[in-house]
């Protein structure tokens, strides 16, 4: 029975077999004739479509190799770049203490520089100290000879005969520049005087009786300052007006420094801001109103100033008590002013500092057994 179970079994997987078989061959042939059944016309519109889709992937394919390609050249730029930045880099740290040393001298260069600025303009002051700049004479009244007219009109019409027997100018021009056309401020004159004395002389006389008439014109006779100490000096203008409307009196020193003297007291100032802040000041003490009088009544007299104590070694004063025990003793004979007793000690004499000389223990704040104070009076 079994060998019969079995065989059925064979005998049934094999028919199975040929039924899978028959349909798989069925399928192909039908669809093989429904291929065969397709229109012409849709068969030409799918191979059309195959078509393009070929076409579009060689072209895509064609375009990933053109942007490999490209990105292939960029990382290679992407690299040089790279190393000119590190060159570049290591460039800059190998200057970067040259630059470094380079700006701390440059920064010592402009120190020098404006200290040399200055000593030059401090030493154009200097020569110019004997000149004097004389305004508004008119272009060719000096005729030929600048320096023999300038001599003649200064004695003639400003100093006379307070001028030194050695005056006499070294040298007298006019300021660089074209001659200005008739009507035109003329061109200033740069005289330089042998001695300086003279010059104080002539500008204290300017001072006083200038401007003088020459002419149809007037004219000035001022300092000859370097360009920079003018424009310093010009700045303090407008605070010299506001102080003269003030009734305040004041003196611009050399080089540019004004001096203001209130009430005896002399202030000086260097920056016109200054001087504004000060005449602010100023105004409001001036406008303020008078403290009110203190009442009498309520009046109590100052404390008295304490004199300064100057500690001495001092034998220290007795007192009553101490006194007449003594004073006992010797009535008794066990105790006699300078002479020994029994213990053959004598009575020690007073002993005194000098109020020159220092106690270490006065220095400490501190005082000794037997030292009395002494106001600074007896020193």
Do not use: C
Not at 238 to 263: H, S, T
Not at 318 to 333: F, I, N
Not at 357 to 379: F, I
């Amino acid at each position: 029975m079994g060998k019969t179970k079995s065989l059925r079994d064979q005998e049934g997987g094999l028919e199975k077999r040929g039924e899978d078989t028959t349909m798989t061959t069925e399928g192909s042939q039908s669809a093989i004739t429904q291929e065969q059944e397709l229109p012409a016309s849709l068969q030409t519109h799918l191979n059309k479509v195959l078509a393009a889709i070929n076409a579009s992937r060689e072209s895509l394919e064609h375009k990933i190799e053109t942007v490999i390609i490209d990105v292939n050249l960029l990382r290679a730029d992407q690299q040089k770049i790279a190393d000119r930045v590190k060159s570049t880099e290591t460039q800059i740290l190998d200057i970067q203490p040259t630059v470094e040393s380079n700006t701390t001298q440059l920064q010592e260069i402009r120190d020098k520089i404006k200290q040399m600025e200055k000593r030059v303009e401090e030493l154009e002051g200097r020569d110019r100290r004997s000149n004097i700049r004389v305004i508004g004479m008119t272009e060719g009244m000096e005729g030929t000879n600048m320096i023999r007219y300038l001599d003649d009109w200064i004695r003639r019409e400003v100093a006379g005969e307070e001028l030194s027997p050695f005056f006499a100018f070294e040298r007298a021009h006019r300021v660089p520049g074209r001659r200005p056309q008739p009507g035109l401020p003329a061109r200033a004159i740069v005289a330089k005087l042998l001695h300086y004395q003279d010059r104080d002389t002539i500008l204290q006389k300017a001072r006083t009786n200038g401007p003088y008439a020459v002419g149809n014109v007037k004219v000035s006779i001022f300092p000859d300052y370097t360009f920079n100490v003018q424009k310093q000096r010009a700045s303090f203008l407008a605070v010299k007006k506001e102080l003269r409307n003030e009734g305040i009196q004041y003196a611009l020193m050399f080089p540019a420094k004004l001096k203001i003297m209130v009430d005896g007291k002399a202030n000086f100032f260097v920056e016109p801001r200054e001087v504004r802040d000060w005449l602010e000041l100023y105004r409001k003490g001036r406008d303020a109103p008078p403290a009110p009088a203190q009442d009498k009544s309520e009046w109590t007299a100052p404390k008295p100033k304490r004199k300064k104590q100057v500690w001495t070694s001092r034998k220290p004063t007795r007192t009553q008590s101490e006194r007449e025990k003594r004073a006992a003793l010797r009535a008794a004979g066990s105790l006699t002013k300078g002479k020994s007793h029994g213990d053959g000690d004598e009575d020690p004499p007073e002993q005194m500092t000098s109020g020159t000389e220092s106690d270490p223990m006065e220095v400490l704040g501190e005082t000794l057994p037997g030292m009395t104070p002494r106001s600074a009076d007896d020193l």
